[in-house]
């Protein structure tokens, strides 16, 4: 173990534990900004196309840019707070992503709009500080509670900050929403600092990986970005084509400059360890099937008139109440799930989250029209997801020392962005092939088509996932005098450096 994970000595180390409440709220409230500034955006979008006079691919770009900075900032948040301190780290991006806000609210145009939401995009690294903060604050018996209820919480906070958004868009003006999410920002970070103690290891005195950390997000956004675009530009254009191989050749350079400096922005070398390798797997299967492809073709069902023979006729507003709901509904099973993973394994937990959401779509398959089965059908996936959100980031603990628990998180949270993202794109292009060009109503064979590709994944998300052992080998990252002697040079690292 090298210096910059040795903990301090002295009175610090004596400190009293915050309590479990305390530390669940605080962290809870710092992830529900990085769920909030995503999903509020969805519901402003038609406003934002009649305030500035632009089409729907323009005005896109408000989310896309988020996603886009979110989808590194995860990784990069991640390994930063896991060498200097994760509370110093995250109230640092709490208080960028308010002054994202800032910019977007008093900008006065789409462009500075566009300018505020990408910086806004730093919150995606909340998540994986808030579960490494948990480790570190929480009593081993109840990590599994606090982080299953912590992870969940993105589902209850993407769904109610739709209906927030929409709620501020109609009573008042879209503005509002940035004031919303500036002072939401505010409060965590102020919470953050009350609650959560202030950082008692010693900063790494490593050198960062500037160019790690510049390459990661270029290779992410190319790869995102012709994803997000491929139903307009179609597998085959040069704008998609052009973009994949700039990601890739990107991604490939990351990967080789990773493996060789000595402070990696990601430690690419934790995929050797088996259950790491499976979890992200695992991730990025669920991420292409359930995780990411159900929300489109869900709300066709539920908005689509009943004469079509499989629409139930709801208002938008009424679907997103639904919505909101059966989310509230998986939440609640979240402090269950925690119990479970800890009595029984992450794993089972795991498990049996993607198992609900696979068995949810035979159901909708095969009632189509019934108000009763689908209502109960997105009442067990909206548990499912709650039970794989809260799982997943024990099952990753299980396999990881506490000192890289932000870094993998981060990881993993990027993993499942790219996987969404990847879906989003597939699932549009389905969609698409079925609609009708007049009515642009799309035919049940493409809900049905979009169901089945989600399905697949689904089903090898919980074939990789039955791999993963229950008492996994924990990874073990190499010390500085080990990188030394794999690369033939033991005699420059510092005796004291050696665990």
């Not at 929403?177 to 920002?185: E, G």
């Not at 040069?238 to 890739?248: C, K, N, P, T």
């Not at 993202?421 to 009708?436: C, D, P």
Request: hydrophobic share 55%; proline share 4%.
């Amino acid at each position: 173990m090298s210096f910059a994970n040795l903990r301090k000595s002295g009175p610090l180390q004596n400190l009293k534990r915050p309590g479990f409440a305390a530390v669940v709220t605080v962290l809870i409230l710092a992830e529900v900004v990085s769920a909030f500034e995503l999903s509020m955006m969805y519901v402003t979008l038609p406003t934002l196309i009649k305030e500035f006079h632009v089409d729907a691919s323009t005005v896109a770009w408000v989310v896309t840019a988020y996603l886009l900075v979110s989808a590194s900032a995860g990784v990069m948040g991640g390994r930063f707070g896991d060498m200097y301190g994760r509370r110093k780290v995250m109230v640092i991006v709490l208080m960028i992503a308010c002054a994202g806000s800032v910019i977007s609210l008093i900008g006065g145009s789409l462009g500075m709009i566009i300018l505020g939401r990408a910086i806004q995009g730093t919150a995606g690294a909340l998540m994986g500080l808030a579960f490494g903060l948990a480790r570190e604050h929480m009593a081993k018996e109840r990590i599994p509670v606090g982080v299953s209820m912590i992870g969940a919480s993105a589902l209850i906070a993407g769904a109610g900050g739709a209906f927030i958004a929409g709620a501020m868009i109609q009573l008042f003006s879209w503005h509002l929403i940035f004031i919303f999410s500036a002072v939401l920002a505010v409060i965590s970070a102020v919470a953050i600092m009350a609650v959560i103690p202030r950082d008692t290891l010693i900063p790494s005195k490593d050198k960062p990986d500037y160019l790690g950390a510049v390459l990661l997000p270029i290779a992410v956004s190319a790869i995102l970005l012709a994803l997000s675009n491929v139903s307009k530009t179609g597998f085959g254009s040069v704008e998609f084509l052009g973009l994949m191989a700039v990601g890739i050749v990107v991604a490939a350079l990351w990967v080789w400059w990773e493996l060789r400096i000595e402070s990696p922005i990601v430690n690419l070398r934790m995929f050797k360890n088996r259950q790491i390798a499976l979890v992200m797997t695992a991730t990025m299967l669920a991420a292409l099937g359930p995780i990411g492809g159900m929300s489109v073709p869900t709300q066709m069902v539920l908005q689509y008139p009943t004469t079509l023979g499989f629409g139930l006729g709801f208002t938008p507003a009424a679907a997103g109440i639904f919505s909101a709901l059966t989310a509230v509904v998986g939440y609640l099973f979240s402090p269950l799930g925690g119990k479970l993973a800890f009595r029984l394994g992450a794993r089972s937990v795991f498990i049996g989250g993607l198992i609900l959401m696979a068995v949810v779509i035979p159901i909708i398959l095969l009632t189509y029209g019934n108000v009763v089965a689908f209502c109960l059908a997105m009442a067990l996936n909206g548990i499912g997801i709650s039970l794989t959100f809260g799982a997943l980031p024990n099952v990753l603990i299980e396999a990881i020392p506490e000192t890289h628990t932000s870094e993998t998180a981060g990881t993993n949270t990027m993993v499942r962005n790219i996987g969404q993202s990847a879906a989003t794109a597939v699932g549009a292009i389905i969609l698409a092939s079925y609609q009708n060009p007049e009515t642009t109503v799309v035919a049940q064979g493409g809900i049905s088509a979009s169901f089945v590709f989600v399905l697949v994944f689904a089903v090898l998300a919980v074939g990789v996932a039955l791999l993963l052992k229950r008492h996994p080998v924990q990874w073990v990252p190499e010390t500085t005098q080990e990188r030394a002697i794999r690369r033939g040079t033991p005699a420059q690292v510092p005796v004291m450096a050696a665990d």
